[in-house]
């Protein structure tokens, strides 16, 4: 069983057009939620992250949206960009199980010029 | 900063044989990881090591060996190559476990025949 799940697979938007990626989770005891962004060819890099004390994380064009009662979090990415193609990982982590990450099967963003 | 080297960046391999991964990194840091990237999907985490001759398995490590020789270095060894397998094996590191931000190699490309 999954325990992240990220929706939809894949999504192809227009520049300057607001990208929503989704992400749940299961596990009740996540308490920190990284998002991963990984380029074509390239490795997986830290975008942005949220753990359970916050609804919202800002930085620059990205926000994570969070929903503890849902167990839902959304990536939202304003004024896209071509730049911003790429694959985006939710994953989720308990403090007290040492470094142990879960990832999401990942969403595959195209913004088209 | 840092840089984390894996070698092979390329490995083909044939069915049944034992093939070894190689992991280095200069960031000092104290938490090293292994993960597998099949095509189109997410990183699954087969061993982590928390400090030098630590091991802790991850969801997938059934199959696979790893030895954590000293801080810098994390080796993961395929003990039987299975046919067809296709991936890539992706290390991390990270200044420790918990929360810390984990970096990524480049990764080692894997085709079995």
């Known amino acids: 069983q999954q325990q992240v799940r990220q929706s939809p697979q894949s999504l192809t938007v227009w520049e300057g057009e607001t990208t929503i990626l989704n992400c749940s989770y299961e596990d009740s005891t996540f308490d920190y939620f990284p998002w991963y962004r990984q380029f074509p060819g390239k490795s997986p890099a830290l975008l942005i992250a949220?753990?359970?004390?916050?609804n919202k994380k800002e930085d620059g064009r990205f926000t994570i949206f969070f929903n503890k009662r849902e167990k839902k979090l959304s990536l939202h990415i304003t004024d896209s960009q071509p730049g911003d193609s790429a694959t985006y990982f939710c994953?989720?982590?308990?403090?007290?199980?040492?470094?142990?990450?879960?990832f999401g099967g990942g969403t595959r963003l195209t913004v088209r010029p | 900063g840092g840089i984390i080297t894996q070698t092979p960046k390329f490995l083909i391999g044939q069915e049944g044989q034992k093939l070894t991964l190689k992991c280095q990194q200069n960031f000092n840091h104290d938490t090293m990881y292994w993960y597998r990237q099949d095509s189109g999907k997410g990183l699954r985490l087969i061993y982590y090591?928390?400090?030098?001759?630590?091991?802790q398995k991850g969801d997938l490590s059934e199959g696979y060996d790893a030895s954590r020789e000293k801080k810098s270095s994390f080796s993961l060894t395929v003990t039987s190559a299975q046919k067809n397998e296709m991936a890539v094996f992706l290390c991390a590191s990270s200044i420790g476990g918990g929360y810390a931000e984990q970096f990524f190699g480049p990764g080692t490309r894997l085709t079995v025949l």
């Open positions: 949220i753990s359970l004390v916050s």
């Open positions: 090591s928390i400090t030098e001759n630590d091991l």
């Open positions: 994953a989720a982590m308990r403090d007290n199980a040492g470094a142990k990450l879960t």
